[in-house]
């Protein structure tokens, strides 16, 4: 079955220390996303990529970093200069551009102890 | 600054009624707009769309109505059936490629 998966599920990161989200999709799209939800908030956007070796800053990119080197996979790093990383992230993927909607990821909690 | 928003944060509606999910909206450049699912412990998934050129937009039970004047758009589901009890999310955009979402409206349908 085709999809986005992201692991893990949950994550628990001290202070200080950077950590890594995977997403991976066996969709076949060209674009992915990166969306963090916090309570009382809708999703925003933190990286976009359209295309392999190219991706673009969202709104709230600051403290964190992706990488685009394989069409099945969009990593996002959350480094310690994130001043609040405890959220739900939310990978998606496009087959050309949100316009055609997204397939979203089930999520990752991290939460920053 | 929130450019979509949903005001209401629940909605119980009966069986069988029908249920409105209202989204206003800030940007007149936005052109395209969605409508997204949402079940706890899992990833929103896309339910219908409508871009400015429409006003109304229909997909079997799902209605998406748009007020460009008002800047307001709505969802309506009818008949309201228990698997519809969800978080709704209605995002914009004015680009195709960043959408801005709403906080979500969290629907329960009574059996």
């Known amino acids: 079955d085709g999809g986005i998966t992201q692991s893990p599920k949950y994550l628990f990161r001290k202070e200080g220390q950077n950590v890594t989200l995977s997403c991976e999709q066996n969709?076949?799209?060209?674009?992915m996303y990166w969306y963090r939800q916090d309570p009382g908030q809708g999703l925003r956007l933190i990286y976009y990529?359209?295309?392999?070796?190219?991706?673009q800053k969202g709104d709230i990119a600051e403290g964190y970093s992706v990488s685009r080197e394989k069409k099945e996979s969009f990593p996002l790093t959350v480094t310690s200069a994130q001043k609040n990383p405890t959220a739900f992230y939310l990978c998606?993927?496009?087959?050309?551009?949100?316009?055609?909607?997204?397939?979203f990821g089930s999520g990752t909690r991290l939460t920053v102890v | 600054d929130q450019q979509v928003k949903q005001n209401s944060p629940s909605l119980s509606v009966q069986e069988g009624r029908i249920s409105i999910l209202n989204c206003d909206y800030t940007n007149s450049m936005f052109d395209y707009f969605l409508w997204y699912k949402k079940y706890p412990a899992e990833g929103p998934t896309f339910l219908i769309s409508?871009?400015?050129?429409?006003d109304k937009n229909e997909d079997g039970r799902f209605t998406v109505f748009l007020n460009k004047s008002a800047k307001h758009l709505s969802l309506h589901i009818v008949p309201s059936q228990p698997g519809d009890s969800a978080v709704y999310f209605c995002?914009?955009?004015?680009?195709?490629?960043?959408?801005?979402f709403g906080t979500g409206t969290s629907l329960t349908v009574i059996p």
């Open positions: 998606a993927s496009s087959i050309g551009g949100a316009i055609w909607g997204y397939t």
């Open positions: 990529s359209q295309i392999v070796n190219d991706f």
């Open positions: 409508i871009s400015s050129i429409k």
């Open positions: 995002a914009a955009s004015n680009t195709g490629n960043q959408f801005y």
């Open positions: 969709l076949n799209h060209d674009a």
